[in-house]
């Protein structure tokens, strides 16, 4: 039965709006990648624990702020308490006669070593998803494995979900090349990460541009970028970045071989991506996204704000009273959001740009640590 709730009570759970001129930080952020001359976008992280009881982060360096500039992944270790404690180095060089190497994702596997998932980027229209592993904690890393290749195909950072069974999945997305509608297909690998195969296309409609807008303005059509979770009766929940003024979602029964149509999760985002999880020890789901939409904007909304939710019921709704503003930044772009649980914390990386728009003037990473009970209280 849904519960009636009078105006009073629903104005209480409703977040409170912020005026033009707020700045928010739910908890202090410190930039662990700061950009600089020589690479104007260092951003796009993804971070481990370590067994030294620091915390690796790995993010792409840039020489420019587009997706296409030359780039290759680095590292630096960070402290408990969020600050670098290392000498950055160069886990991935940019691959000769390649565009750039791009959108770490970081994990532990249950054998203890490390892995890392990135997308290695030829051309605009040539790209595939690969993996190395660690047998040292991250010293010195393997010759990479292809996980999923095709005409285009690459994935965001941080997009790395290992069930409970063992088995890894690595959510990329593809297409025909850049600017072509985009599409979603799971990697999976039962060996640990030696071989993979490519669950069949998750598809969704083909916006197309305005007359006299140009097809900059509506980017990235279909479904892309694509986060998974494992929910507690072990189903699999897929939410995916649209251009549709939603997030979107998709279902699996068979541990990521097959998955439902994808539909709208009827919650409100620009065409941005959002992260999805499972809160460890608990059947609590935790989604991060950026929750405002304006159809004249570019990308459909300014991304100067993340959000936080939580799920009790497999990510089946998102209740407003589980629902906090974690970042707004009148100010600055702040957007993809990575997530790590780390003892009672949660460490989230996002993407800050030096002005208020999109990758706009140059990009750092910045980290927030919020206690795990901020997102219940």
Excluded at 164 to 177: E, K, T
Excluded at 256 to 276: F, L
Aim: charge should be negative; include cysteine; proline fraction near 7%.
């Amino acid at each position: 039965m849904n519960k009636i709730y009078t105006k009073a009570q629903l104005a209480a759970l409703l977040p409170k709006p912020f005026r033009v001129q707020d700045t928010h930080y739910a908890v202090p952020a410190k930039e662990i990648a700061p950009a600089n001359e020589r690479f104007g976008r260092r951003s796009e992280a993804s971070c481990v624990a370590l067994q030294n009881g620091h915390v690796l982060a790995a993010y792409s360096n840039h020489t420019g702020v587009h997706d296409n500039s030359k780039g290759h992944i680095a590292c630096v270790e960070v402290s408990p308490e969020g600050d670098v404690v290392s000498d950055e180095r160069v886990l991935i060089e940019t691959p000769a006669n390649t565009m750039n190497v791009m959108s770490p994702a970081l994990r532990r596997l249950p054998d203890g070593r490390l892995a890392m998932a990135y997308s290695h980027r030829e051309a605009i229209e040539s790209a595939c998803r690969r993996i190395l592993f660690s047998e040292d904690d991250g010293h010195t890393w393997s010759e990479p494995v292809t996980v999923a290749e095709g005409i285009y195909i690459t994935g965001c950072h941080d997009r790395f979900t290992i069930l409970s069974d063992g088995r890894l999945l690595l959510p990329c997305h593809q297409s025909m090349g850049w600017g072509q509608t985009i599409h979603v297909r799971v990697a999976y690998s039962d060996d640990a990460g030696a071989n993979w195969q490519l669950s069949e296309p998750i598809r969704a409609p083909h916006v197309e541009p305005e007359q006299g807008r140009g097809d900059h303005f509506w980017l990235d059509t279909g479904i892309l970028e694509p986060s998974v979770a494992e929910c507690p009766d072990g189903s699999l929940l897929l939410v995916a970045r649209t251009a549709m003024g939603t997030l979107f979602s998709s279902r699996s029964y068979d541990r990521g071989t097959t998955w439902s149509s994808p539909g709208s999760m009827e919650i409100t985002s620009p065409s941005a991506p959002g992260h999805v999880s499972r809160i460890p020890g608990t059947d609590d789901l935790l989604l991060l996204w950026t929750p405002t939409f304006d159809l004249e904007h570019h990308h459909f909304g300014p991304r100067r704000t993340i959000a936080a939710a939580i799920s009790a019921d497999g990510g089946w709704s998102w209740p407003m009273e589980r629902r906090r503003i974690l970042v707004h930044d009148h100010d600055h772009g702040v957007d993809y959001p990575s997530l790590l649980f780390h003892n009672d914390e949660v460490w989230i990386t996002l993407r800050r740009s030096r002005g208020p728009g999109i990758l706009d003037t140059a990009v750092s990473t910045i980290l927030l640590t919020p206690p795990r009970t901020w997102f219940y209280d």
